[in-house]
């Protein structure tokens, strides 16, 4: 079974559309993430939930608006989607906070046009 | 400031070669843990280590092996008789008591080992 799985894989879409990008983990962990890994490969946190709740919000657009149902589950949705938001979007969990690895999913390819 | 340097960009080795990749830290807790992270050429993260600031132990696991020194705030990996399938970005990344959940990622190495 896999541990953190993220859909769609790939996503192309053009300037202006709204996309979700959706993450389920069944680890049983309590703190999901996204991040943002651009053309040169760095790693750049966005978003962080413990239990449902926000605990961090980096400086990003407010196009991006994450959204966690419930523990397991953390989507990304982008509105007005840019060509700067090319990049491949990670989705990653972990146990507890900052002593506890985190796991990754796949990633999302996202390629706007 | 960068809190995680990876000074090496790419890396290129002839196979059965061992190679080390570097990685320095900055932090003023006194609690941390750093990480490294493996990233191959299908795109996704695989944790390999963790460490954490009280624990200065070197380890080794097959040919992989970590040098952990906090008196130069470096958190080293050697890749011993290097293959092919070693080829990737590999990550270091701390994290902090004191800042929760964030974690600080290198910009990363890539390691191109040539058979």
């Known amino acids: 079974d896999t541990a953190v799985s993220q859909t769609p894989k790939y996503l192309v879409t053009q300037m202006g559309n709204d996309k979700s990008i959706k993450c389920e983990q069944n680890l049983g962990h309590d703190t999901m993430y996204w991040y943002k890994q651009d053309s040169k490969k760095f790693l750049k946190i966005m978003f962080s939930y413990n239990n449902k709740e926000l605990i961090i919000n980096e400086t990003v657009p407010n196009r991006f608006s994450p959204k966690s149902p419930d523990k397991a589950h953390l989507n990304l949705h982008i509105n007005s989607l840019e060509l700067g938001d090319s990049a491949v979007y990670f989705c990653a969990s972990s146990q507890d906070a900052y002593n506890s690895p985190l796991h990754f999913g796949n990633g999302t390819r996202l390629t706007v046009t | 400031a960068q809190k995680v340097t990876q000074a090496q960009t790419e890396i290129s080795v002839v196979e059965k070669e061992d190679v080390t990749l570097d990685c320095v830290y900055e932090t003023r807790d006194t609690t941390y843990y750093l990480f490294w992270y493996k990233q191959p050429p299908s795109g996704e993260l695989v944790f390999l280590i963790r460490?954490?600031?009280?624990?200065?132990q070197n380890e080794i696991s097959g040919r992989y092996s970590w040098n952990f020194q906090k008196s130069t705030s470096s958190f080293n990996f050697t890749i011993t008789a290097s293959q092919v399938v070693d080829s990737a970005v590999y990550f270091c990344a701390l994290s902090e008591v004191n800042t929760g959940n964030q974690f600080y990622f290198g910009t990363g190495t890539s390691l191109t080992v040539i058979p």
């Open positions: 460490r954490n600031s009280f624990d200065e």
